[in-house]
């Protein structure tokens, strides 16, 4: 989304009460009076007439969509563009192409192109060839989804190194179109980019200053190629307005605006805690996408995890026997294998997180290990100590357990700590390995990691109960 | 981090290779070559030195620090900045409160209350008074912490309607000191905010244009009680490089640029993913975090989890006739119980992202409980099928649940429907409760919402048992 148009364009909120903004625009909706809308809309900025949309009927949204494309066509895009998801694709189905294209082209290309990707296929295809500046839409869709390429605004304000500080504030005057202009690119002769300059810059020094004077000579820059995530992490890390772009020659392609980073950085979180919860990540806001999507996306998952689980019955079989000659040992299983899956949970968060932000790399692995080796045994044994002095108040106040109530004590909190570790150790690793073979780390979810506890601490409960109860209980 | 400094002072980095660069730092550390490191590092950006001080050991890190903040203390105090958290608060500890006000001086407002807090309190109260600066410093620090008015820069640019476009230029060429003048906000005489131009308009404009004409009449402003991540969605929903702050009688007070609004959309994040995965939220970064702080944000969690989870023990005692009669009872426990887990954990981390980002309020409960209500159910009945497939299949191959493996089967189905429909129904709404009551929605963490489902999973499991199997197991 334009930086500056956005600045530009929008007089004052009408409120700043979504829910009273609402209820009037949806009476001006039903009353049918489309000129008192379109003004009220007018008043507000596209996030605000977005965040409305959000909340109406999509029947109510389609149809105060094509009040405001009519009549304020650029007001109704830049809407549609904030709202983005298969709520926006669905305003522009029944359209024909060519009306799109008329849409699209007034667009800064980041959005056309954004718009263009929520288009089925072929229908983008179509819209594309109508399109009047197809051929920036085309410099990039020419680059795979999830890259700096992708994402980028081809429409970048470059001078040359020999420009004067004065020529460059007079082309910047001349230069409506351009989104960002804090900026000033320095390029050579054949657009490879060799500085870059600020417009504070520019104003600071005598009018005839060459840029080449005035310009960093090192720019930090991004490749077509890098992932979005990584532009994301650029422009946060070395606090950037924007993020130029080149290809492989080093030319001046296009710029990254700080908000899209931004954009890129919540969509990246929000997919990553979806899988963290254990589910395949949404498309579209959670109150927008259909309840069929819904199911699919979490039964795909809960129905795997399901799987895995079945392991549990298949490994509380294999210790029937000893469960009906000391049913009490059941009674133990649900304590033991969830805190190994609680424990599991909190390394596996802290450590996808720490990936995440960078403040774990793959290569630290081992001094993780060791950290959560240590962490893991000084849980389990504050765990141990709590369920040994919880068994040991029973069986004084109830007498629970019967006389073989200690060796039944040692059994839980052994098997704690070697739950608790094995936990700890699971759940820290796994996403290293999952980074290591390119998979999201996010994937080794919270019910992942304790499914796999839950299986692999039946075993650990029943062995050490068979070592400890061998010959009395068993 | 002053937006603009940072990309004046800064020539080419060394190189892009951290673990290269690091080597170089450590070895010309260890030669005692100062004046070679000082060079290499002046040629790093801050957020670069302090990525390498990161990954050294605590001894080499101060060693460094030392070094730097001799020969070049503003390039050592922006570095300090970047690095943070108690890796940071280190490197000053032991300093007397003097030199730390002289290296304070220079740096940005808000950057030098960044790093007051590291500071013990009785310290940093110390460290105020000596500071020339610190009539800005109280500006910022008598707001309550986690408000805009905390993380404010108070230098802001701002110049009255009567100023020309012309004269405004001409103040900004003057303006060395400010971070923020790509935006130029208008105050009135009593200084109230009343508008708010770019510096882009300003040039597009005839000089003798009053800025009253080229202003946005109405701004969009934070209040210095406006929480942070308040601010940060703000800053981000109206794509803004800059948030204006204004106090009660709408004074302008202050100015966020956007790089901090990411900060703090980083830090939430890592806060809520951290509390989603079952732990108090850590201070510092995974890996700078001491060991036995880690333990301790894990343990209390661990502990108070356990406490919960012991239920399952008194639950499972409750039925342990039950059990002794039919084992195989015993068997499919962990199966249904994590099932309501799992699908609790999804519905979770859906809601509290949703809230988190706005995308659902507090006012939509009773919309999200329907869509939960009919993914529960829907989710549920895939898990039952599969479940009864499952022991049909081992039946018929093993002979393993004995004649009357059918109302076994139906019990493990109709428990699997009744767990995941709590499980999907807890998930989501423990998080509108928490925001209801004031807490963090991720505080019904995904071990909280599986500790709550595994106790009521036990009694749905036994209850439908006893419906189902009394008479013939039991």
């Known amino acids: 989304m334009a930086l500056l148009d956005r600045f530009k364009r929008y007089a004052p909120p009408d409120t700043r009460v979504p829910a009273a903004r609402l209820r009037t625009i949806t009476r001006l909706l039903r009353v049918g009076a489309p000129d008192h809308l379109v003004r009220l809309l007018a008043r507000l900025r596209p996030n605000e007439v977005a965040d409305a949309m959000r909340t109406m009927t999509a029947r109510d949204r389609r149809h105060l969509f094509d009040i405001v494309a009519t009549r304020d066509p650029r007001g109704a895009m830049d809407a549609l563009v904030e709202l983005g998801g298969s709520a926006a694709a669905d305003l522009l189905r029944e359209r024909d192409p060519g009306t799109i294209a008329a849409l699209l082209d007034p667009l800064p290309t980041d959005d056309a192109v954004s718009v263009l990707k929520l288009l089925p296929p072929p229908m983008a295809q179509r819209v594309r060839g109508a399109m009047q500046q197809h051929q920036y839409v085309d410099a990039v869709l020419e680059h795979a989804p999830q890259t700096a390429g992708r994402m980028m605004n081809p429409s970048v304000f470059a001078l040359r190194e020999t420009t004067t500080a004065g020529e460059a504030v007079a082309a910047l005057q001349r230069s409506a179109g351009v989104e960002m202009i804090f900026y000033v690119y320095v390029t050579d002769d054949r657009g490879h980019l060799n500085g870059v300059t600020s417009l504070r810059r520019l104003l600071m020094v005598t009018p005839d ?81 259909p309840l069929w999507t819904l199911i699919r996306k979490r039964g795909r998952w809960l129905v ?64 993780v290990l060791q950290r959560e080796l240590l962490s893991g045994l000084a849980l389990g044994a504050v765990l141990a100590i709590v369920g040994l002095l919880r068994i040991k108040v029973w069986q ?39 980074k290591r073979v390119g998979a999201d780390p996010a994937t080794s979810s919270t019910p992942f990691v304790a499914t796999l506890v839950d299986v692999t601490g039946l075993l650990i409960y029943f062995s050490i109960a068979s070592v400890f109860l061998r010959g009395t209980l068993l």
Chains 1, 2 share one sequence.
């Open 396 to 434: 004084q106040a109830f007498g629970s357990y019967g006389p073989e109530w200690i060796r039944i004590g040692l059994t839980v909190s052994c098997s704690l700590v070697g739950v608790v570790l094995w936990g700890t150790l699971a759940g820290s690793m796994l996403p290293f390995l999952m």
């Open 209 to 289: 200053t060459p840029l080449a004077h005035v310009m960093t000579g090192d720019v930090v820059a991004a490749h077509v190629d890098t992932r979005q995530e990584e532009v994301a992490r650029i422009v946060a890390s070395y606090n950037l307005l924007a993020l130029p772009v080149v290809d492989d020659r080093n030319k001046l392609v296009g710029v990254i605006t700080v908000d899209d980073a931004i954009d890129v950085i919540t969509d990246d979180t929000t997919r990553e805690m979806q899988r963290l919860g254990g589910l395949e990540a949404l498309d579209d806001p959670y109150m927008t996408t």
């Open 304 to 367: 795997l995890l399901f799987f895995g689980e079945m392991l549990t019955a298949t490994a509380m079989a294999y210790y029937e026997d000893e469960i009906a000659k000391a049913v009490v040992l059941a009674l133990f299983v649900p304590l033991v294998i969830s805190s190994g899956g609680n424990s599991g949970s909190q390394a596996a968060s802290l450590i996808i997180r720490a990936l995440a932000v960078g403040e774990v790399t793959v290569s630290d692995w081992w001094r």
